[in-house]
């Protein structure tokens, strides 16, 4: 069977679905086809998920300390049972939520696996979408316009095969039945460092292993070793600039053992069970695209600052473009595709600009160039750094690590970069990622008046702190 539809989006995640309902509030006849569930890794493999078990983790942790604020709790136990049913119901629910944004916006859901075919009988250009149904009938969805959005999946180290149950992906890893009593972390990137600390704070005994000469090699280094610092301090072993030999990796009945090589020797680790975060890989075999112009490059789909491909008509968006693998990048992505196809001329973004977000304890934030980045494009930079531990805000919540560093040019007085580590500094990035936007200066963020006592207090502070004009600091 076949149908005509605007647009049609391949892939349900958070880039796909986004783009849909942006196509369908423009007035376009929309499909999406899933192959799983709609909501995709962020929702069911990512960010909610882990997101979910990362609070019930950290309630744990405070909860072992509550002495400090007065409150005598006698034996605080753990039932990891009920930690993932929590974290199942808050993804159901988000799930129906998805669903029901399909519905309310009239776009048509295709559940099987969908693939791209060339110029066929059904049109003369390729981006026709040949669905392969759960009873494994065939139906074609011919569009106007394709959005690519297969999102990305769990890569391995060449040699090192996950098999689920000793070495395991952040998949598997979400789905524990039980917590190990010790479990070795390769890779020290975003998604490592939030498991070190989760894992850390349901009492599992952590080992991270990191390939680059720090943890979090793409933040500000102040950051990277403030957060290895705080880890360490909590008892978790981090070893960077060691590099994991695969053909040492053995598993069985007493768990993982495995050499890293490091610049000084190579060491033995050994672990419960081993969590392999090593980047992600982009969904882009299979799906059709050799019966098309679309491009590939070094594993990802290029795109135009529209989102289109090689073939204007089919655009890609999310993961499997690479840059900014994160979800309020896919899903702004989504937008602009949807906004293009559709005739509009959609506001596009730099990538530096996307705030990046990590959920450990304490949490990092930062949006814009690190002071490496910004020192290596020949800025002359004047730069603050304030620590959250005399703010009263911290105080009272009894969470005062971290800072927050403001880099700005000397020149043109531009913010070029904001970097905190501290307690709850994603729920204020946005703030500096706005006045980024908005081309606003440090004097003109410190002018905002910020409520007191609250954490943001320490930004504003922070941007007077550039030119020497804060008040407590
Ligand atoms: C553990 C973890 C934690 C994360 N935490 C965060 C976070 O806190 N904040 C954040 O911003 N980002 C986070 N991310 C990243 C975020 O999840 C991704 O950037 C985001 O999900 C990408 O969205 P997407 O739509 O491009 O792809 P996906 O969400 O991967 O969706 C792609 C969809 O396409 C479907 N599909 C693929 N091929 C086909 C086919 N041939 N036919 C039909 N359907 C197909 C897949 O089934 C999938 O549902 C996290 C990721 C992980 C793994």
């Known amino acids: 069977m076949t149908h005509n539809f605007d647009v049609v989006v391949l892939g349900g995640g958070i880039g796909g679905y986004t783009a849909a309902i942006r196509a369908a509030q423009l007035g376009k006849s929309v499909a999406i086809v899933e192959q799983d569930k709609l909501g995709g890794t962020c929702l069911h493999r990512g960010c909610i998920p882990s997101k979910a078990l990362l609070r019930s983790a950290e309630l744990f942790a405070a909860m072992k ?14 039932d990891f049972n009920k930690v993932q049913t929590r974290k199942t119901a808050i993804v159901d629910q988000l ?48 569009p106007n316009a394709l959005i690519i959005a297969t999102g990305s999946r769990p890569r391995s180290l060449p040699g090192l095969s996950i098999d689920g149950e000793f070495l395991l992906s952040s998949d598997d890893a979400l789905t524990m039945e039980a917590l190990p009593a010790s479990m070795i972390i390769i890779g020290g990137g975003v998604i490592g460092v939030e498991w070190a600390s989760m894992l850390s704070d349901f009492g599992v005994q952590v080992t991270v292993v990191e390939y680059a000469p720090r943890l979090l090699p793409g933040e500000d280094e102040d950051v990277s070793r403030e957060l290895e610092r705080l880890l360490k301090k909590r008892g978790v072993t981090v070893h960077t600039g060691a590099k994991v030999l695969p053909e040492t990796v053995r598993t069985g009945a007493g768990g ?30 299979g799906i059709g695209l050799e019966n098309t112009d679309v491009k590939i490059e070094n594993g990802f789909i290029r795109v135009n600052d529209f989102m289109q491909t090689a073939e204007s008509h089919i655009y890609a968006v999310g993961d499997c473009i690479g840059g900014v693998q994160l979800a309020h990048a896919a899903s702004h992505e989504g937008i602009m595709a949807a906004e293009h196809a559709a005739g509009r001329n959609p506001h596009g973004y730099a990538a530096h600009r996307v705030p990046r977000c990590v959920y450990s304890r304490p949490e990092i934030a930062s949006v814009g160039w690190t002071e490496r980045q910004a020192a290596e494009q020949g800025f002359e930079l004047k730069i603050a750094k304030l620590p959250f531990k005399p703010l009263s805000k911290a105080l009272v919540y009894g969470e005062t690590d971290g800072f927050i560093k403001v880099i700005a040019n000397k020149r043109s007085n531009d913010i070029l970069g904001v970097h905190m580590i501290g307690p709850h500094v994603t729920d204020f990035i946005s703030e500096a990622a706005l006045a980024q936007l908005l081309e606003a200066t440090p004097w003109e963020v410190g002018q905002t008046i910020h409520p007191h006592p609250t954490l ?18």
């Not at 048509?108 to 149904?133: A, D, H, L």
């Not at 993982?256 to 090589?261: D, H, K, M």
């Not at 943001?456 to 600091?473: K, N």
């Open 95 to 142: 799930h129906s939520g998805v669903q029901y944004l399909m519905k309310k916006n009239k776009i048509e859901v295709f559940r099987g696996k969908g693939c791209i075919i060339g110029p066929s009988i059904f049109s003369p250009r390729s981006g026709t979408v040949s669905v392969e149904q759960e009873d494994g009938e065939y139906l074609s969805l011919v």
């Open 456 to 473: 943001s207090e320490l930004l504003g502070e922070a941007m007077m702190a550039v030119d020497g004009q804060s008040i407590s600091f």
């Open 65 to 78: 300390e509550s002495e400090s604020y007065g409150i005598l709790a006698e034996g605080v136990k753990l």
């Open 256 to 285: 993982v053992t495995l050499s890293v090589e490091k610049k000084n020797g190579t060491l033995e680790l050994s672990a419960d069970k081993a969590l392999v975060c090593v980047g992600r890989q982009a969904n882009v075999e």
